[in-house]
């Protein structure tokens, strides 16, 4: 009987997919309207500049600057706010304003001028100023008036209507205390396989970051070691941005293991500029991926090498040429070992995962859960559940370059 081609001939892919001043309103006059401390996280709306900031005092201030000029017509302003109302408290809104004649009719029939300002529908109170200046107009208002995203700021000009009166606005700041605290991070609390060599550590805060206070002390990775102590990872931290840390290992972290990262709050903690503290301590977990690249430190027998990831075949004999319409078991292994550094609850003991075999252009795919080898009992061992099996027809006999 002639025989077929070696089954290292045979095209197999193997693939894993494991898987901040009044209650009321206060007037102030000043020589020019747009007065401002530098800002971050700056962006262009579309209707105008809109900044976001921390004050000196601690207070979050989003700034819409709109320079209209004095205008006859209703202003209608958007300011964006993206957080909770109820996480805001001591809301102020400030609006510079051009030629407010509040208490100078001069000569208008009508009388003074009166306008209205509203956030959302609720009315805040009327401006103040004077004939041909810049004033600053300060109101209190309760949060609740707020909206997570777009508000609408709205001048009702001269509201009773005489016909005479213009009224300019320069900026709107919205501003209040939000309390500092981490408001997103990855990986996500819980996330598994995240690559051991580009895990992606980065955590947000609500508020711009006091720099200084900002180290491997402060936002902390860490794992737990045989004995289930946490040890940290001397990582290095940056600030990516005002708001965002990154957390960046000395090297690949290690595989198939779960890490905690830690933001720490109290006076020696992660702080928002100005001192702030954080609310509270944030934490949480993620399970990087198992490594199977390259080679086990021990031999698993049958198998005489130590690649991570190897396919046998079964015709009449483990691995030899092929017999022709015969059935041929295909064998993989899928190896990996603990780790003598890593506490045991805190290692990846079983991956699900996707199992594609292509032989002569015909794909077979399964999902399937694999143990770590040391896992399996030696009674999964003898029904052959220690690996993930294919059965194929081997075809007819090969002739010529045809590729099987």
Not at 99 to 111: F, T
Not at 132 to 146: E, H
Not at 151 to 160: G, Q
Request: net charge negative; charged share 25%.
């Amino acid at each position: 009987m002639k025989k077929c081609a070696s089954f290292s001939e045979w095209f197999i892919a193997v693939l894993l997919t494991c898987c901040l001043v009044l209650s009321g309103g206060m007037s102030l006059a000043q020589d020019e309207r747009c007065s401002s401390e530098p800002s971050a996280n700056t962006l262009d709306n579309g209707s105008g500049l809109e900044q976001q900031r921390l004050s000196e005092s601690g207070d979050t201030v989003w700034r819409k600057d709109v320079n209209s000029g004095c205008s006859f017509s209703d202003h209608n302003i958007t300011v964006n706010i993206p957080v909770e109302p109820d996480e805001i408290s001591d809301a102020k809104i400030t609006m510079t304003n051009e030629d407010v004649d509040y208490n100078d009719p001069q000569s208008c029939s009508g009388g003074p001028e009166v306008d209205y300002l509203y956030i959302n529908g609720h009315f805040i109170g009327q401006l103040q100023g004077a004939n041909n200046s810049w004033s600053t107009n300060i109101f209190d208002f309760p949060s609740s008036y707020l909206v997570k995203g777009d508000n609408a700021i709205f001048v009702d000009t001269d509201s009773t209507g005489t016909g005479c009166w213009c009224v300019g606005v320069g900026y709107v700041d919205i501003s209040g205390k939000v309390g500092f605290r981490v408001t997103s991070y990855t990986p996500e609390d819980g996330q598994e396989n995240v690559l051991w060599n580009a895990p992606g550590i980065t955590v947000t805060f609500s508020n711009e970051v006091k720099k200084e206070s900002v180290s491997n002390d402060t936002i902390v990775l860490e794992y737990r070691n045989q004995q289930g102590v946490w040890t940290k990872v001397n990582t290095t931290v940056t600030m990516a941005s005002a708001t965002k840390a990154q957390i960046t290992p000395p090297g690949n972290l290690m595989d198939g293991v779960r890490y905690r990262v830690r933001a720490v709050d109290g006076p020696q903690g992660v702080l928002a500029k100005g001192d702030a503290e954080l609310e509270e301590d944030a934490e949480w977990y993620f399970w990087t991926m198992v490594n199977l690249d390259g080679q086990t430190a021990n031999l698993f027998k049958p198998n005489t090498t130590k690649d991570k990831l190897q396919i046998t075949w079964f015709n009449v004999s483990r691995n030899e040429e092929l017999i022709p319409y015969r059935w041929v078991a295909n064998r993989i292994y899928v190896l990996w070992e603990p780790k003598v550094s890593v506490f045991d609850d805190d290692e990846v003991k079983e991956i699900k995962a996707k199992v594609t075999l292509t032989v002569n252009g015909t794909d077979e795919t399964k999902d399937c859960t694999i143990k770590r080898p040391d896992r399996y009992t030696e009674n999964e061992k003898k029904l052959a559940q220690h690996t993930i099996n294919f059965l194929k027809v081997n075809p007819r006999l090969c002739r010529g370059t045809r590729k099987v």
